[in-house]
């Protein structure tokens, strides 16, 4: 099967040097595998997420997606593009923009059709069950419509790799089970690969592995 | 949705932001027009002055202002002796002081200057313009409290009102014609005027009377009316400062769209690592934040067109300014206002756009 990420002893740290958050970190995710970075708050699994995606850069190491190096600013770029999305744990949606013009963001950036755009919209958005919703201004939606919003962003590009920080952390019990719910089939239905940050076990037990972190480091593996 | 979008919607939801920003480009934009068209104006009633149904004016070299110029009023009728030129007019420019008013402008011409002619004669005539006989504006008139046969005091003398004229040209209606040796008389310049207006021959070229000058006459230039006014250098002052003041209001209005832009940027540090986040390049973040600029820029300009054309409206209809200054805007004007209002725009977004562009993601997805 082909390797989606590869993470080669990767070492990222802040404040000058005096913050190491990711001492050495090496992982390989492959096509259509979800895997879940497990730990506390603090031991690196968000900064891995974004030294994955290259919203941050290391400060040593190898960064491979879809088989390109993550160095070069416009390889981020088209990266981010055609082949990551991401998920965070608040929606990050704009506020005084609506449900559909915040999903489209990613096609305005790819320079994708406005046709194509809004079929794929209206496919993701009837299968989050927000087609409702579309018109209407992220401040007048509900949490968990809002985090529906961001992971039909997050897609709107079919990319490859999914990448999410704690996605259903700012959710209630309920919505929080059917968002994760939600997002499991979509990436399993088409074959992708996640890659779940979480310090949720309950979560991270439905996933295809589960990789402990602890103090910038993966110290163990679950299947 | 498309990029544009985006920006509209940025402008629109800070309206208050990019009034501002607006309102300070508008007001750059009507002050340079306005002083432009001001000045402008002025130039013109001067250079319709110095026309006088002419196509060529000839003066002293080298003089600063034509006020100081000393022509032989004799090189007129060696003009008017050369096959090429239909009619050659002096005329001795001056200003006199009068009781009440300080200064007057005053004309020297001869009775049969076109002035004379193009003006309508609203008492006496032009039989009886001569000696010490004078022909005053209708506005002089009217500040002299003077009627055809009044007797006024300028300067050292004292002269009869041989009439009353309206003239278009505010100089002219609020000036004195007197004629040109009584004019000479009174300003010391016996047998001088500052120009000689000349009217060309038909089928003949000015290149003509100005090589005539050139050989004939060497501390005399001759030139066509169109390349006086460009060279003359009072006139280059009056457009120079116009266009230093207008750039000057420009410069404010340029900060005050830097100043929009910064806090549009500082206030949605989250938004654009958001759009960095969904794929938008260095590149894209940079041409938003300049849309913004520009599109702020594009409303200032066309509210400072509406305000300047409003101000020079109300300028024209103020009867004091009447026929002294015609305000006036011409294309050049107006594209070359729009044209530093792009510059602006993009001068102004320069930081904020680079700011934009470097932001770390990462980073600023965790700034409060």
Redesign the interface.
């Known amino acids: 099967m082909i390797t989606q990420v590869t993470v080669t002893d990767v070492w990222k740290s802040f404040d000058g040097g005096r913050i190491e958050v990711l001492k050495g970190v090496s992982l390989e995710v492959r096509q259509g595998e979800v895997i879940a970075l497990c730990g506390t708050s603090g031991c690196g699994k968000s900064t891995l997420l ?1 030294v994955i ?1 290259g ?2 850069e290391v400060d040593r190491g190898l960064v491979r997606v879809a088989g390109r190096d993550v160095v070069e ?2 390889t981020r ?1 088209d990266l ?3 082949h990551i999305g ?1 998920v ?1 744990q608040l929606h ?3 506020p ?2 609506t449900l ?2 915040n999903c ?3 096609v ?3 320079g994708g059709g ?1 046709q194509q755009g809004w079929e794929r919209l209206r496919e993701l958005a009837a299968a989050t069950g927000v087609s409702h919703r579309l018109g209407q201004r992220v401040r007048e939606l509900s949490g968990g419509e809002r985090q529906r919003g961001a992971l039909v ?1 997050s897609l709107m ?1 079919d990319p490859q790799v999914l990448l999410c920080d704690e996605p259903t952390g700012a959710l209630d019990e309920s919505n929080r089970e059917k968002v994760f719910e939600l997002l499991l089939e979509l990436v399993r239905e088409r074959g992708r690969t996640m890659i779940l940050a979480t310090h949720d076990m309950e979560l991270a037990r439905r996933c295809d592995r589960r990789l402990r972190m602890r103090d910038g480091t993966i110290e163990g593996e679950d299947r | ?3 544009w ?2 920006i509209f ?1 940025n402008l629109r ?1 800070h309206r208050v932001r990019t009034a501002i920003g607006a309102t300070g480009i508008a007001l750059g934009v009507a002050t340079m027009l306005s002083v432009v068209g001001l000045l402008g104006g002025a130039v013109k009633m001067f250079e319709q002055i110095l026309r006088n149904d002419s196509q060529m004016v000839v003066f002293e070299k080298n003089v600063s202002d034509l006020f100081f110029s000393n022509v032989p009023v004799g090189l007129a009728a060696e003009l008017e002796g050369l096959a090429c030129v239909k009619a050659a007019q002096p005329v001795l420019f001056a200003v006199i002081a009068s009781p009440g008013r300080s200064i007057i402008t005053c004309f020297g011409i001869q009775a049969n200057d076109g002035r004379l002619r193009r003006g309508k004669w609203l008492q006496g005539g032009v039989g009886a313009f001569k000696g010490e006989a004078v022909v005053l504006g209708e506005r002089a008139a009217g500040f002299l409290n003077a009627k055809q046969g009044s007797t006024i005091p300028l300067g050292q003398g004292t002269y009869t009102v041989a009439g009353v004229l309206r003239m278009e040209n505010g100089f002219e209606n609020g000036g004195v014609f007197m004629p040109l040796d009584t004019c000479q008389k009174a300003f010391h310049k016996d047998g001088l005027c500052s120009v000689i207006t000349v009217a060309i021959a038909d089928g003949h070229r000015l290149s003509e009377v100005r090589e005539w000058i050139a050989s004939k006459r060497e501390h005399f230039s001759a030139m066509d009316n169109d390349e006086f006014s460009r060279s003359y250098v009072q006139f280059q002052i009056i457009k120079v400062t116009a266009w230093v003041v207008g750039g000057c209001a420009f410069l404010l209005g340029g900060l005050s769209v830097t100043n929009t832009m910064i806090l549009s940027v500082f206030g949605r540090i ?2 654009l690592a ?9 590149g ?1 973040v940079a041409r938003m934040i300049f849309g913004e600029s520009l599109l702020i820029c594009a409303m200032g300009t066309v509210a400072g067109w509406l305000l300047s054309w409003a101000l020079l409206c109300g300028l024209r209809a103020v009867p004091q300014l009447q026929g002294y200054i015609e305000p006036s805007l011409g294309w050049a004007e107006i594209a070359g206002a729009s044209g530093l209002s792009a510059i602006t725009a993009l001068l102004g977004a320069m930081y904020p756009a680079w700011y934009a562009a470097r932001l ?3 980073q600023a ?1 965790r700034f409060e």
């Open positions: 974004n995606s919203l941050e600013e416009s770029v981010l593009r055609k991401y965070f990050h949606l704009m005084d923009l559909a013009e489209l963001l990613p305005i950036a790819a406005k962003r590009n | 949705m498309s990029l979008r985006m919607t939801r989250k938004e958001i759009a960095r986040v969904c794929g938008f390049s260095r894209q770390k993601p990462a997805l």
